[in-house]
């Protein structure tokens, strides 16, 4: 094996072992996720029914309790319960969130090294190990490879799809079989999950037939039909079941709610070139890939499929562009396609270094950058997202603190708890035994007035523990308790007197550390977390070297309290 070989090796080693070590470092999951992952759990607890069915889904499943503005599709969350089985069969103990957001981060790992692979196959080992030399520097797409959002149940097939374009050295009677089943995946992608993947689909269709590679009858038209009859029978019969409505469409239904209706502007909206100045910067995140992006297009060897990579892509965010709300992760398919074009021109320096100047300090400018980007990625923006799911760690200190001798012990979930990390995996079931208490959790917005039904105070005494944000939330608790007094006191009502349990920091933004300032070392304790001493030197270490020639200037990791834990004093 010659040393590109082994570089190879070790990135595709890498990859998918990166993605694993950012769910490690945060295996929570954000209120954007919780739609999948609280399917995910109801599936995993909970036997399909086959009698009383509406009754009983109602009843145990989390999605009619909290239905959200839109329904969402349940076949993602459906194969990841699928595939979880064996694996919970074997362990009946294991870690159901953990294991299930592994699995979907090993299906988009093995996408993008399938892409890898045609990379290979296409432009070369050079140009293979470029493209997965950036994707490991990538922040986003290793963060968000394993959670549980539509978007990235749609980004393996996306994937998929992409590498089925490259142009691979086989006939062309081939190569258009290549794109009929890229055009399939990505129908089948749009249909089932992010309908948002038609302008995708639909920019690549058009460029492929304006440049001759597929035909409307023979390619087009067989491989939209096929996805959209495979996708349409997938979502409307398992969600029709599972939303008990038929039939249900639930890509439609979100459409016609998010675009036809402009819904999705109550959300935020942003000026037309966000995606180009904003969400596609962070996304790529080393800056020469912004350079190396162009240069691609001016290198006679290049041009072609630089082309081909991007033109259909940029097209889909220009035109995606004119949608009011915008998110990065609406846009996230096309990271692949801008890496490899990246690439083509990396690699072509990289294999002239040693010919003129130019390509040799372009190479060095690369492996510098991407160096600094992955440290950036790793060890800066990993722990700055670990820090973000203080309502995860809240519940857990509170299940390590209560007393297990009562009967039934009663919680209540705040706003900002419940959108940072608690799912229906994080809580504690019912009695199991005598020695231990049954729990019972609340998650009603103390904000609504349709949700004190009597009065605050009614509300309040019910809970012997509440998870509250400091501010509002925890001001609205105490006025309330304060509000009765001893004296006056009927014998239903007792004042309500808290205590402080414990207060979880979470992530408040970055901090500019000057000459002289003391660190507060966030990041160091999360590196010791998650790797050990070694890991913790290796970050002081870094930060002293940085810090010198910087003359004591730095940036870290800010956090401030976020989730107060409460109990109450009887």
């Known amino acids: 094996m010659g040393r ?39 599936l995993l607890a909970f036997q399909l029914p086959t009698r009383n069915v509406a009754a009983t889904l109602r009843a145990e499943y989390d999605h009619f309790t909290f239905p959200g503005a839109v329904p969402r599709t349940f ?84 994937t998929l799809a992409l590498s089925y374009l490259l142009p691979v050295p086989v006939s062309p009677r081939a190569y258009q079989k290549r794109c009929r089943t890229a055009l399939f995946l990505l129908t089948l992608a749009g249909i089932i999950f992010r309908s948002e993947l038609a302008l995708l689909l639909g920019t690549i269709t058009i460029f492929l037939y304006l440049t001759g ?24 019969g398992v969600d029709s079941f599972f939303w008990q409505e038929f039939p249900l469409w639930p890509e439609f239904a979100a459409f016609k709610f998010n675009v036809l209706a402009g819904q999705a502007s109550a959300w935020g909206t942003h ?57 990065w992760r609406f846009i996230v398919y096309i990271i692949p396609a801008l890496t490899a074009t990246a690439s083509l ?54 299940h390590r603190h209560a007393d297990n001798t009562q009967p039934v012990i009663f919680v209540h979930l705040g706003n900002l708890a419940c959108q940072t990390g608690i799912t229906r995996f994080q809580q504690l079931p019912g009695r199991v035994s005598l020695s231990h208490s049954a729990w019972a959790y609340d998650k009603s917005d103390s904000a609504d007035p349709a949700v004190l039904t009597e009065n605050p105070y009614s509300f309040w005494s019910r809970f012997d523990y509440v998870l509250v944000e400091p501010g509002e939330e925890e001001d609205r608790l105490r006025a309330v308790s304060s509000s009765i007094s001893p004296g006056e006191s009927s014998e239903n009502d007792i004042p309500l007197i808290w205590t402080e349990i414990t207060t979880i920091p979470g992530f408040a933004g970055l901090r500019i550390l000057r000459p002289g300032d003391v660190p507060s070392d966030i990041e160091l304790g999360v590196l010791r977390s998650w790797c050990g001493e070694a890991c913790g030197q290796a970050w002081l270490f870094l930060r002293d070297v940085v810090r010198k020639p910087a003359r004591g200037w730095f940036v870290e990791v800010r956090v401030e309290p976020r989730v107060r834990v409460l109990g109450r004093v009887y």
């Open 345 to 398: 021109s990396a690699s072509y320096a990289w294999t002239h270094r040693a010919k003129a100047l130019i390509p040799r300090l372009v190479s060095l400018a690369l492996l510098l950058t991407t160096s600094f980007s992955f440290l950036l990625s790793t060890f800066v923006l990993l722990p700055a997202s670990a820090a973000n799911y203080p309502g995860a760690l809240a519940l857990h200190a509170l």
């Open 213 to 236: 590679r597929v035909e409307i009858r023979r390619d087009i038209i067989p491989a939209g039909a096929l996805g959209l009859l495979l996708g349409l029978l997938f979502t409307v």
């Open 271 to 327: 000026p037309w070139h966000f995606y180009f100045t904003n969400a596609l910067p962070r996304l790529l995140l080393n800056p020469s890939t912004w350079l190396a992006i162009p240069l691609a297009f001016t290198i006679p060897s290049t041009a072609r499929p630089a082309r081909l990579l991007t033109v259909p892509s940029l097209a889909f965010v220009a035109i995606y562009s004119f949608q009011p709300h915008k998110e």
């Open 4 to 42: 590109i070989d082994a570089v190879y090796a070790l990135l595709c080693f890498l990859l998918p072992a990166l993605v694993g070590l950012h769910l490690y470092v945060a295996p929570y999951t954000k209120v954007e996720e919780s739609f999948h992952i609280q399917a995910i759990h109801d």
């Open 75 to 158: 076949v993602g969350a459906v194969t990841l319960a699928g595939l979880s089985r064996p694996f919970i069969w074997l362990n009946a103990k294991i870690d159901r969130q953990f294991l299930a957001r592994a699995l979907l981060g090993l299906l988009n790992s093995s996408s993008l090294l399938v892409f890898a692979s045609s990379m290979r196959r296409a432009f070369g080992k050079p140009a293979a190990v470029w493209y997965l030399l950036f994707q490991t520097s990538q922040f986003h797409v290793l963060f968000y490879a394993s959670r549980t959002l539509s978007n990235m149940f749609a980004f393996g097939l996306s």
